[in-house]
């Protein structure tokens, strides 16, 4: 049972536009949300999170949008550069059971 | 800050025989530590919470007698697998959980390539 879908496993994006990343879950007792970077052979890094109290959480060129009655979140990356290519996973998780529920992933490559 | 060491990054090892992979919390204390796993083109696949001084839990489906998890102190994880066969052959990744810092706190490991032949 996979309770946060990413449906589209690859992105393609010219450099200077708009990435737009999408997530759902089926989990109604969700309530944060995060979105993790990963190269190849590396650990996920962080990237911008937010609280199901929210509908939007900025950071730079970084935008998480939440729709709570959809289940829908989505990362926008603004502009879009060369070093965004990358592997990017939401993650989903329950205040107080501290684990992290995460999606299969979106591979994103941003061309010059 | 919030850096998290995870090694080796890389390991072959034959059939049958058990490898051990270390997660160390470099600059904060982990009460936390969280094991995943990743097969190609896939998602991270929470394997165990490793709860220091005590005994992790497992998710379902994942064998406790043959990936053995230890949490002796407050900055290192262990996770051995014991008589590995091809099929463990997969990318682990460890996590810490840093309670003091904001978003939730989870730094990650730069992984384990495992390969059993």
């Known amino acids: 049972d996979q309770q946060v879908k990413q449906n589209s496993p690859s992105l393609s994006v010219q450099e200077g536009r708009i990435s737009i990343l999408n997530c759902d879950y089926t989990?109604?007792?969700?309530?944060?949300f995060l979105w993790y970077k990963k190269y190849p052979a590396e650990g996920p890094t962080f990237l911008i999170s937010?609280?199901?109290?929210?509908d939007k959480n900025e950071d730079g060129r970084f935008t998480v949008f939440l729709n709570k009655s959809a289940k829908h979140l989505s990362l926008h990356i603004v502009p879009s550069q060369p070093g965004d290519s990358a592997v990017y996973f939401c993650a989903a998780s329950i205040q107080g059971a501290q684990k992290l529920v995460f999606g299969q992933g979106t591979r994103l490559t941003i061309n010059p | 800050g919030a850096v998290v060491s995870q090694h080796p990054s890389w390991v072959i090892c034959k059939s049958g025989t058990s490898v051990k992979i270390e997660c160390r919390s470099l600059d904060f204390q982990a009460t936390t530590m969280f094991w995943y796993r990743q097969f190609p083109k896939q998602s991270l696949m929470l394997m165990a919470t490793?709860?220091?001084?005590?005994?992790?839990?497992?998710e379902q489906g994942v064998e406790k007698d043959k990936f053995l998890i230890n949490h002796a102190s407050l900055t290192l994880s262990t996770l051995t697998v014991t008589s590995a066969h091809p099929e463990d052959s997969s990318f682990y990744i460890c996590?810490?959980?840093?309670?003091?810092?904001?978003?939730?706190?989870?730094?990650f490991g730069s992984g384990t390539r495992l390969t059993v032949v």
């Open positions: 490793s709860n220091e001084g005590s005994k992790a839990t497992y």
């Open positions: 996590s810490a959980r840093d309670g003091t810092r904001a978003n939730y706190g989870y730094t």
């Open positions: 937010i609280s199901s109290i929210k």
């Open positions: 989990n109604s007792m969700f309530d944060y």
